[in-house]
């Protein structure tokens, strides 16, 4: 005990006099000090220069070795271009009605009709085959094209749809007389040129064989290579719209005579799509479904529209930002014409009482920015109630908290740190921990200034000052630095730049409090020493009617008045039950809700309540409930040894896609099946192909045929893509898969082991490169680290606290119970937070790791008090809380006050920032100034008296007044 007591005497006495002359001097040069304090900060702050800004969620919520970063590197890589997915849902009472219909195809036609920057939207759309080697699209025919563009075979450059939509169509003998007649003109071209290519034919076989093809009466098959290749290189190309306005082919001239029968009866009997000449499947597109006794669709109270514009290779694309939740790759054009689809929909909303909303892939970042940055006014305005409070209570020292910010964001960018979204809440940092020591340093002032030290010269009682201030919020700043800096050893690259300048922010702004608002200090009392004017210094007070010792007084007397009453309460055994009893009453009310509280980002918390895209997801969730997730499965280079890996894993796809209570994917959507299913056609299996050649010549057959060669676009050759020549080396491929769990939006315990399953299939088939990969990935793969990137943080934070209260307070018994303070606080905070509806998400995590750092300040600042002054511990408690129990209170209440608008935000930033700090704040006093005095009075040991230097302290001189000061 005695080695002990001897440390604390060190390491606290040798403390306080390196303040104490600090204080002499601040004192003796303010103006020096004001200078030397102002350039150094304007001088970190050229780091502005390298200012940079980063928004996209991968770069800072998932771990630069994570495999979705290099999966999605690699996917930039080879990706040429992107498909961008619109649409939009009615719902009414019935959507199968004439009214509806023609409301849907008004949409149709405004956007069909819509240009930007030249371009019609058959120039941005998703071109995709027609099913049918005679088709001829109109729009082509009155372009005069009759020659169309053969399919490219790059991988990207026209994407699926996310509804898979086309499927196989059976090209039987009927199928083809209703074209055949109105398509000579194609079939006769393609003849013609195969004449003049190749001399050797036999004309009169060939003719034979194109007129019974004709006639319906050979098979694509029988047909010469050449004239077959020329024909199924030709297949036409429509925009990828998927609607039940398919059944009608977009022909108002037929949809404006449409009665009700006749809808009704046109959905029930389609068994080919009419625009895309595939099987039809129009029951995807209705929500709300109602049948008759037989089974058939009589009434829908929901359908959608879906829209696919392409971004092209090559495009100058178009970085968004916002709050980096945009997914796809966008260029003006899409961007334009998503945002005219947003205004057409409003506009046409709630005609015939049909809801009419969008969804685009622009529409969750414009939302969502718009929600942050429309009530940001308000988080604006809490920080100028708080910037008049403080400036009316301690004038000055805000100031030091604004320049200690600037410093802090310049040391950021010079260390290569890049300015995001967690850095908005930064100001609330600098601000709400500096405030807290401007109050301490204050409140030791004034109870410097009533001590014997009142007749004091300036310098000495700044010194005096500094000498007990000085450390103890050196305490509290050196533990909030050191738990942001151990924060920053976390792999999230966003909570790492925040903690880094948390740490940075904190550090400066202690420096500028106990160096620039000091040297400011001793100015002001200068000025009011000479009796000059506050606002005009220049002009002298008339000394007769001027009383220095009434400005230079008390600051809220009348919350000392209180905290003097308040001490005779703790001293009361009812009062110390009482609060025991609460605080255990919190702390299993906080385990509970710890234990139960949700692990899930949602992104529809993101979008305010009455936004068009939240009443989409509303609709969406109502009537397409299953409709999950889509995926993209990758492949790397391919041969024929890769057949068996490419069986595996997609008969294990398969499997996990069928109903039951472990279906993990609603739709599996693969070339592979197809594949084999043309051998079979052909009378061949793939363990058939016993060579790379073999693989390759039937590979091409396969994407020339009429039946699969949409499939062209899932891969990617090493070369172009030639009918009737052995397929280039396989470069890329890629599928498609859609998850199905119990919503649309499952919780973690079920879409977590569902990545897992799907990864591990992939893995199966051991191929060079395979994966999985989604925008919604992202957001999934940081529901798999928060909660332990939390947890790790906030030990860390406990760990810090710990060590810098051992170190500089050398009391184990009052380090346990600091300790206890705070991880009551986080514990009844994170508890809290599930009951008022909050999940462990990114935002939650962020604003509750910054809790950490200014619930310590609460309980820190009494502990070092209590520990620096006199008498038994009921005396030492007394003495702690009416000295700084004010400046606690103070501190709370200024952070309090720049929430108070908050609760007023759409937005769901705003309403977990509010409801986060409001809990710290009332949590942290409760501990800081009801459960710590508590338990001081019934647990800390007794202070042996020893006689101390009364030149340099002031520990065991009482005030003048009827209050003590803090060393007391």
């Not at 809290?832 to 935002?843: E, K, N, P, Y």
Request: some cysteine; charged content about 20%.
């Amino acid at each position: 005990m005695k080695l002990i007591e001897r440390y604390r005497e060190i390491a606290i006495g040798g403390l306080e006099t390196a303040f104490y002359r600090w204080g002499l001097f601040v004192a003796q040069n303010p103006v020096k000090v004001i200078l030397v304090s102002f350039f150094l900060p304007a001088l970190a702050s050229l780091g502005f220069i390298l200012f940079r800004v980063e928004y996209a969620l991968d770069e800072l919520w998932i771990p630069s070795t994570s495999p979705y970063r290099l999966n999605k590197e690699w996917v930039s890589e080879h990706v040429s271009s992107t498909t961008r997915w619109n649409n939009v849902l009615y719902q009414n009472e019935n959507v199968l009605t004439p009214s509806t219909i023609k409301l849907m195809f008004r949409v149709h036609e405004e956007m069909v009709q819509f240009r930007t920057n030249g371009k019609s939207f058959r120039d941005i759309c998703l071109l995709v085959p027609v099913q049918d080697l005679f088709f001829i699209d109109p729009e082509r025919i009155d372009s005069g094209a009759t020659t169309l563009s053969p399919l490219s075979t790059t991988l990207f450059q026209v994407d699926d749809s996310d509804d898979g939509i086309w499927g196989d169509y059976d090209y039987s003998e009927d199928d083809y007389e209703d074209y055949a007649s109105d398509n000579t003109t194609i079939i006769d071209d393609v003849f013609s040129s195969s004449n003049e290519t190749d001399e050797d034919q036999d004309q009169d076989t060939e003719e034979d064989k194109l007129k019974r093809f004709k006639e319906g009466k050979e098979s694509l098959k029988d047909l010469p290579p050449d004239v077959y290749c020329g024909l199924v290189t030709r297949l036409a190309q429509r925009c990828y719209e998927g609607s039940i306005l398919e059944l009608w082919e977009y022909d108002w001239q037929t949809i404006k005579d449409l009665t009700q029968r006749d809808i009704i009866e046109d959905l029930n009997r389609a068994k080919i799509n009419p625009w895309s000449r595939g099987e039809a499947d129009f029951e995807q597109y209705l929500g709300g479904i109602k049948r008759n006794e037989s089974g058939a669709i009589i009434s829908a109270e929901a359908t959608w529209v879906q829209y696919f514009n392409r971004v092209p290779e090559g495009a100058d694309l178009v970085v968004q930002g916002g709050i980096g939740l945009e997914f796809e790759k966008s260029d003006i054009d899409s961007l334009n014409w998503e945002e005219h689809l947003i205004k057409v929909t409003g506009q046409l909303d709630g005609v015939n009482g049909t809801n009419v909303v969008s969804h685009t892939s622009r529409s969750f970042n414009d939302i969502s920015f718009e929600a942050v940055y429309f009530d940001i006014y308000k988080m604006g305005l809490g920080y100028i109630i708080m910037f008049f409070y403080t400036v009316f209570m301690l004038g000055v020292g805000i100031f030091s908290c604004i320049l200690g910010l600037g410093a802090a964001f310049g040391i950021s960018f010079l260390l290569g740190f890049e300015y995001n979204q967690t850095h908005h809440m930064l100001p609330f940092i600098a601000i709400g921990i500096g405030i807290d020591d401007v109050f301490v340093i204050m409140e030791t002032w004034y109870n410097v200034h009533n001590s014997r030290f009142r007749t004091a010269s300036l310098e000495e009682k700044i010194g005096r000052t500094l000498q007990t201030a000085g450390a103890s919020v050196t305490v509290t700043s050196v533990t909030d630095v050191l738990a942001f800096s151990l924060g920053a050893f976390t792999i999230m690259p966003g909570l790492q730049a925040f903690c880094v300048s948390a740490a940075i922010c904190i550090a400066c702004v202690f420096l500028l409090q106990v160096s620039w608002f000091v040297a400011w200090l001793s100015l002001d009392q200068r000025r009011i020493q000479q009796g000059r004017h506050a606002i005009l210094p220049c002009i002298k007070i008339d000394a007769t009617n001027y009383d220095a010792n009434a400005e230079e007084g008390e600051a809220d007397p009348w919350l000392k008045k209180i905290f003097s009453f308040y001490t005779q309460l703790v001293n009361s055994r009812l009062f110390q039950a009482l609060a025991l009893v609460i605080t255990l009453s919190l702390l299993g009310f906080g385990i509970y809700g710890s234990i139960n509280i949700q692990q899930r980002f949602d992104p529809s918390r993101l979008l305010p309540g009455g936004s068009y895209l939240r009443r989409w997801l509303n609709f969406q969730k109502e009537y397409f409930p299953l409709f999950g997730f889509g995926a993209k499965v990758y492949t790397g280079e391919l041969d024929y040894l890769d057949m068996a890996g490419l069986n595996t894993m997609n008969a294990q796809m398969e499997e996990i896609a069928q109903p039951g209570p472990n279906r993990i994917l609603r739709v599996v959507e693969s070339w592979w099946p197809e594949f084999k299913n043309f051998l079979n056609q052909h009378n061949k299996t793939w363990e058939e192909i016993e060579n790379q050649n073999d693989f390759q010549t039937e590979l091409s057959d396969f994407l020339y045929s009429v039946d699969y060669a949409r499939y062209q676009h899932n891969f990617k050759f090493d070369g172009q893509l030639v009918c009737g020549e052995p397929a280039p080396k396989i470069l890329a491929t890629r599928d498609r898969i859609w998850y199905g769990m119990s919503s649309s939006l499952p919780p973690p315990s079920e879409y977590l082991p569902a990545i897992s399953r799907v990864d591990d299939i992939v893995d199966s088939g051991n191929f060079t490169q395979a994966f999985a990969i989604s925008p919604i990935y992202q957001a999934w793969e940081t529901d798999a680290i928060i909660a332990t990137e939390l947890g790790r943080n906030l030990s860390l934070a406990l760990l810090a606290v710990a060590l810098v209260s051992l170190v500089f307070l050398a009391n184990f018994l009052i380090c346990m119970l600091v300790m206890a303070c705070v991880l009551l606080t986080l514990v009844d905070l994170v508890g809290a937070l599930h009951f008022w509806g909050i999940t462990i998400d990114v935002l939650s995590c962020i604003n509750i790791v910054m809790s950490a750092g200014l619930c310590v300040d609460y309980s820190v600042h009494l502990a070092h008090a209590f520990i620096t002054a006199s008498g038994t511990r009921r005396e030492r408690v007394n003495k702690a809380l009416v000295s700084l129990g004010p400046a606690i209170l103070n501190g709370g209440t200024t952070t309090f006050l720049a929430l108070i608008v908050l609760p007023f935000s759409q937005s769901h930033v705003f309403i977990t920032f509010f409801k986060v700090f409001c809990l710290t704040v009332v949590f942290g006093l409760f501990h800081g100034l009801v459960f710590l005095p508590v338990s001081l009075v019934l647990l800390a040991p007794e202070k042996k008296t020893r006689e101390t230097n009364t030149s340099t302290s002031v520990n065991n001189e009482a005030f003048q007044s009827d209050f003590v000061d803090v060393r007391l």
